[in-house]
């Protein structure tokens, strides 16, 4: 019995050990296999490509606006409607875009029309494409001031009659506000004098002028200036009158004025509309506080050269200048310093194989910064047909775009909404010396940019039909 006990000890010695070595085996962990896991790959994420902020400043609430956006390809990217405080962001994966896109503005809003001595309501459907945008613009489209606040307006104490006398007969003076009156230019530091009437009274020799109705502004200085036929630009200073006063000036008491320029010799022309302003120091300029010097308002003038005079007093000038031709027009505009108008330049030559928007291959034989070119509803409007869609690309010589179709959702919505393709070459706008492309959307879109007047601005450009 010993003996067996003695086996059965034995054999259970060795049993634990072997299980116990079996057990250690197994924990083990240098005996495990690695487990290898398959690598994560991430999905490629969207990038906000445009931002496009409507302030509060424009206005929405009569029109309908949409923004719509396309590659330099011409494929469609997206469109959404957009109302005055809201921001739109725009997202694609990058590898979906292209290096630049072209962004529209579309707006529709009812229109009167004049057709044969009737009015017709239609609407009028407006767009605006700018090409080569950069991915990750933000645009802001607002309403900006272009002046300071020049404070409240003083007292009207009411009316009175101005007569100039003693001019001679034959002395036909051609500036005034208005096309119809032609008797002199008269203003106050803020605005110029709109009258009621004139009276001319000949008496031998000479006749007298007679405005009639001129704002009576309490404690305020007037300047009159006279332009004749001969081109002798002369002016004089008065203070307002006592209230039921009138004011009697005497035209042999006009003054030349302390220096002169000249237009040069005019091209032959069907009219010319002509302004100057003159300011008295930096503060009167931004805040548009100055005297009307000059305004000749869509006359033809003959072989002479129209004086533009100045005043040791004024340190700002605004100059504008438009002459119109048979089938275009130039315009001309200096902000600050005296004008230099040396010359009129060349009409610009227009030449294009291509007459369809897509595709439009215009070339201009002169140096320029920026253009604009307009396409409209072919054909005539009727009472039938009074709704009409004009679309604008604004862009550079190198830059014309490529537009993809519009949304079809805009032809539903607006079923008298004129595809591109059918749309007519009617203008473009050829600017010699005014913002290069960039600079403008700047100017348009960036909310920092300051728009108050500013010395030095000049703008000069030619605005031709096509034939």
């Not at 404070?151 to 009207?156: A, L, Q, W």
């Not at 031998?204 to 404690?219: A, L, S």
């Not at 009409?347 to 253009?371: A, C, E, M, W």
């Not at 519009?406 to 393709?421: A, G, I, N, R, V």
Request: charged share 25%.
């Amino acid at each position: 019995m010993k003996f067996q006990r003695f086996f059965v000890l034995i054999f259970g010695t060795i049993l634990f050990f072997n299980c116990s070595k079996d057990e250690t085996t197994f924990k083990n962990p240098e005996a495990e296999e690695p487990n290898e896991q398959e690598p994560v790959v991430e999905e490629p994420k969207p990038m906000v490509y445009f931002t496009f902020t409507v302030d509060e400043s424009y206005d929405t609430s009569s029109e309908d606006n949409w923004i719509i956006l396309h590659d330099t390809n011409g494929e469609l990217l997206d469109y959404r409607p957009y109302e005055s405080g809201q921001t739109l962001e725009f997202e694609a994966l990058e590898s979906e875009l292209t290096d630049k896109i072209n962004v529209s503005l579309f707006i529709n809003k009812l229109q009167l029309l004049g057709v044969f001595s009737e009015l017709c309501e239609g609407d009028k459907y407006s767009g605006t494409t700018y090409p080569d945008v950069s991915k990750g613009s933000h645009w802001t489209q607002g309403k900006y001031a272009t002046r300071l606040d020049g404070g409240p307006s003083k007292e009207i104490l009411g009316n009175f009659n101005l007569n100039l006398t003693n001019v001679p007969k034959e002395n036909n003076f051609i500036n005034d506000e208005t096309p119809i009156m032609d008797n002199g230019n008269v203003s106050t530091v803020r605005l110029p004098d709109v009258h009621s009437g004139k009276t001319t009274i000949t008496s031998g020799d000479t006749k007298t002028y007679i405005r009639n109705g001129v704002r009576n502004w309490q404690d305020t200085e007037y300047l009159m200036t006279t332009l004749n036929e001969s081109m002798n630009f002369k002016y004089m200073f008065f203070k307002n009158p006592e209230v039921g006063a009138d004011i009697t000036l005497d035209y042999n008491n006009f003054n030349s004025f302390d220096s002169y320029s000249y237009l040069p010799i005019l091209p032959e022309n069907k009219k010319i509309s002509l302004e100057l302003l003159g300011f008295e120091n930096e503060t009167s300029f931004k805040t548009d506080t100055g005297f009307l010097l000059l305004t000749i308002f869509g006359r033809k003038i003959p072989d002479m050269r129209v004086p533009l005079g100045y005043l040791d007093r004024f340190t700002h000038y605004k100059t504008f200048l438009n002459i119109s031709f048979e089938n275009y027009f130039y315009d001309y505009h200096m902000i600050g310093p005296k004008p230099d108008i040396a010359f009129i330049p060349e009409k610009p030559q227009l030449n294009y194989s291509i007459d369809q928007l897509n595709g439009f291959d215009l070339t201009v034989d002169v140096p320029y910064v920026r253009r604009k070119d307009s396409w409209v509803t072919l054909g005539p409007v009727s009472m039938e047909t009074c709704s009409t869609t004009v679309w604008d690309v604004v862009c550079n010589q190198e830059n014309y775009p490529i537009i993809g179709e519009l949304p079809e959702e805009l032809f539903t919505q607006y079923p008298k909404l004129e595809k591109l393709q059918d749309l007519t070459y009617y203008s473009s706008t050829i600017y010699l010396q005014s913002e290069n492309y960039q600079e403008f959307l700047i100017k348009e879109f960036d909310p920092t940019y300051d728009h108050t007047i500013s010395y030095g601005e000049k703008q000069e450009y030619y605005y031709l039909y096509n034939e």
